[in-house]
T-cell receptor, first 111, second 117 residues
Framework: SQQGEEDPQALSIQEGENATMNCSYKTSINNLQWYRQNSGRGLVHLILIRSNEREKHSGRLRVTLDTSKKSSSLLITASRAADTASYFCATVDNYGQNFVFGPGTRLSVLP | DAMVIQNPRYQVTQFGKPVTLSCSQTLNHNVMYWYQQKSSQAPKLLFHYYDKDFNNEADTPDNFQSRRPNTSFCFLDIRSPGLGDAAMYLC????????????????FGPGTRLTVT
């Protein structure tokens, strides 16, 4: 079954640095979504990128999508302590049916 | 503000004692999802309602059932909770159009943490 796989599993950086997380998947997709989850809370949607898009921006977030490599990256620029959370990618398959989360990257931003 | 609400936030039940978790939404979304999330793992989809149509994931145990009496409310029933069912249960909604292959972002509630004693 299709599944997003995140890399790295855990990332620790200093405040002000950039954080990059990667997501790989196995089959053709309709879209790919990134979510953030603070400890013990629900998930918050960050960005949705469709299969015909290559890059999207939202504030300090930049998402890229390379369908030839079946991979996506999430870049958080000028990170803050409040960015500390788990970040999940989720893929929707090309039939628009299966919606699957990757295992997530746990980001720690140290003040 | 439009939102997804889950009650209770924390639920303790005894082994084998039925428990119901509830979810409500003010977004008027047609699709509602239930996920199970165990510590340090990704959310795992249990089932979803597309309007009134119930869709069960293949590996969701029979112990888990769901009801959606109207657009706004959805319930997760665990008939005989085991220790392995202790987890965070997340409800989510979306305005997906499956036939039109239009899939959108999901809006999550804060979750209900279930403890089984």
């Amino acid at each position: 079954s299709q599944q997003g796989e995140e890399d790295p599993q855990a990332l620790s950086i200093q405040e002000g640095e950039n954080a990059t997380m990667n997501c790989s998947y196995k089959t053709s997709i309709n879209n790919l979504q990134w979510y953030r989850q603070n400890s013990g809370r629900g998930l918050v949607h960050l960005i949705l990128i469709r299969s015909n898009e290559r890059e999207k921006h939202s504030g300090r977030l930049r998402v890229t999508l390379d369908t030839s490599k079946k991979s996506s990256s999430l870049l958080i620029t000028a990170s803050r302590a409040a960015d500390t959370a788990s970040y999940f990618c989720a893929t929707v398959d090309n039939y628009g049916q299966n919606f699957v989360f990757g295992p997530g990257t746990r980001l720690s931003v140290l003040p | 503000d439009a939102m997804v609400i889950q009650n209770p936030r924390y639920q303790v039940t005894q082994f084998g004692k039925p428990v119901t978790l509830s979810c409500s939404q003010t977004l008027n979304h047609n699709v509602m999802y239930w996920y199970q999330q165990k510590s340090s793992q990704a959310p795992k989809l249990l089932f979803h309602y597309y309007d009134k149509d119930f869709n069960n994931e293949a590996d969701t145990p029979d112990n888990f059932q769901s009801r959606r009496p109207n657009t706004s409310f959805c319930f997760l029933d665990i008939r005989s909770p085991g220790l392995g069912d202790a987890a965070m249960y997340l409800c989510a909604t979306s305005r997906d159009n499956f036939e039109g292959l239009k899939r959108y972002e999901q809006y999550f509630g804060p979750g209900t943490r279930l403890t089984v004693t």
